[in-house]
């Protein structure tokens, strides 16, 4: 454990999801006693890769990979108990068994098959502008009914409602035939089948929930630390995000206080993970998109096929006026540019450094999509790097080109990169400056 002074940290996207926050979270996970899940469900997709071994984490946290950190899911997370049953059976399939380090908030809402259904759709019978490309897995739907209150269901109901059994039938079936009424389609839903699964899941989970705030307030209590683990990002974030096309919840460190239970003061520390480029998976505006050769060039590169959805991601170059609206919302203290490794080769990497929308040039966000749809953006070309930087294990190895980028990001989004990914490998990642000096990161068990 750290001799360094305790810093509760966040680690949160800063784009539209997938920046590489798992791949983060797995590295910093020794300096913490615990990994929380805060926001989000299955529609999070975290990969780790250790040697040959990749995995891809959905609703457990990161941590739990490895033996010394505890895994909570807190109150803010909506759970498919059955997405986490297959995956904690699939963990245990290759020797990893999660169960005895992993809380589950007895607050956490329960994803439901009606949630999926409903999800999968409203989708499909969507038009353009109101599809919004999810992941399809229930998240929205579940967070509607915890705002509607009296048809959601939680984890400490599994443990304390006598009624469980006829109350998960009689709500099965009420959304059975409102999706019939509106769609004309019921999403083949088995009314018998989706109790037996909760009943299966009361068995098989019970032990695991618990009051995960109080968990986490002793946690803090004895002087140990916390890691927060983000899902999706900024971009995606149910207030701040390109909304409509956004998911259903806050996806910074602003949802670990309704998420964890956790007043945000405690936590000093927020890094925003990004790209040294951008993507997006599903529908909304992306102004700095690529749908050229360089676009392809960039997703063969990086391999960039979402990691829940298998669906191909949409690519494009860094965004400065994107990250400097996530920098200011969050109050990140640190940047994570990850995927440096991905933009070597080509002679010139462009930036965003404004929009142009109707003969003006914008240099913050705008907030609706329609007018985000319709911005250009205003490309600043910098000389490129052709060196394979995977083999790079401390900053000043770099190229001096992608220094000067590294330190041309770090002046447009106002928060030092202090952290560098140069290959999807926990050891392609160098951290640098005062945060290497305030973080001790021992060397993670090797899975
Ligand atoms: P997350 O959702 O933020 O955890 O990100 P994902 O796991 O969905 O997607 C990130 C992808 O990039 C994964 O395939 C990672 O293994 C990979 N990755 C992370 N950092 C780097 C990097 O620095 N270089 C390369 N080439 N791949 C990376
Ligand atoms: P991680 O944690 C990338 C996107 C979906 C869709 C929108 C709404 O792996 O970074 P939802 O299913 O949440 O209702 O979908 O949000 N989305 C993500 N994109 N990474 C994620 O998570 C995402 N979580 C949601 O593609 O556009
Ligand atoms: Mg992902």
């Known amino acids: 454990m750290s001799n360094k002074a305790v810093q509760h940290t966040c680690v949160f996207g800063m784009g539209w999801g997938d920046e590489g926050k798992g791949k983060l979270v797995d590295l910093l996970y020794p300096a913490f006693h615990a990994v929380v899940r805060f926001n989000g469900g299955a529609n999070a997709g975290h990969t780790v890769c250790v040697g040959k071994e990749k995995f891809a984490l959905h609703l457990l946290p990161t941590g739990v990979l490895h033996e010394s950190a505890v895994g909570v899911i807190g109150p803010g997370v909506v759970v498919d108990p059955i997405g986490l049953l297959e995956e904690i059976d699939g963990l245990a399939a290759r020797g990893i068994n999660v169960s005895p380090k992993l809380k589950i908030s007895q607050r956490a809402h329960l ?8 999800d999968n759709l409203s989708e499909q019978n969507a038009t353009g502008a109101t599809r919004i490309g999810t ?7 579940c967070y509607a009914d915890k705002m509607r209150r009296t048809t959601a269901i939680r984890f400490i109901d599994l443990l304390n409602d006598e009624n469980l059994e006829a109350r998960v039938r009689e709500l099965s079936q009420k959304r059975a035939a409102a999706l019939k009424a509106i769609y004309g389609d019921d999403g083949g839903l088995d009314i018998e089948s989706i109790v037996r699964d909760v009943l299966l ?7 695991n929930i618990c009051d995960t705030t109080s968990f986490l307030h002793e946690t803090i ?3 140990q630390a916390i890691l927060f683990e983000g899902a999706n990002g900024i971009l995606l974030d149910i207030d701040h995000g390109t909304y409509p096309f956004v998911t259903s919840s ?11 239970g956790v007043p945000p003061a405690c936590v000093t520390r927020y890094i925003a993970v990004t790209k040294a480029y951008s993507t997006r998976v599903g529908s909304g505006p992306f102004v700095t998109e690529l749908k050229d050769d360089i676009g392809d060039r960039i997703r063969k590169a990086g391999n960039e096929f979402g990691t829940t959805t298998g669906r191909p991601r949409r690519c494009g170059w860094f965004d400065a006026v994107s990250s400097r609206y996530a920098r200011q919302i969050t109050g990140a203290t640190d940047i994570a540019l990850m995927h440096l490794d991905t933009l070597s080769g080509f002679d010139e990497v462009g930036v965003c450094v404004a929009y142009r929308h109707e003969g003006k040039t914008l240099t913050t966000m705008p907030t609706d999509a329609a007018t985000l749809e319709q911005c250009e953006p205003v490309i600043e070309y910098r000389p490129g790097w ?10 000043e190895d770099l190229p001096q080109t992608t220094r000067d980028y590294v330190e041309h990001i770090e002046s447009l989004v106002g928060a030092p990169v202090s952290i560098l990914g140069v290959g999807p490998d926990r050891s392609q990642t160098l951290i640098r400056g005062p945060l290497k000096d305030s973080i001790d990161v021992p060397e993670p068990a090797s899975l």
């Open 386 to 395: 052709h060196e394979n930087l995977r083999t790079v294990r401390r900053y």
């Open 111 to 118: 994803v439901m098959p009606y949630h999926k259904a409903e």
């Open 135 to 141: 992941t399809a897995r229930g998240i929205g739907p």
């Open 250 to 260: 806050s996806t910074g460190p602003h949802g670990i206080g309704p998420g964890a």
């Open 221 to 223: 209590n004895a002087g």
């Open 201 to 207: 899941a009361k068995k098989r989970l019970s032990s």
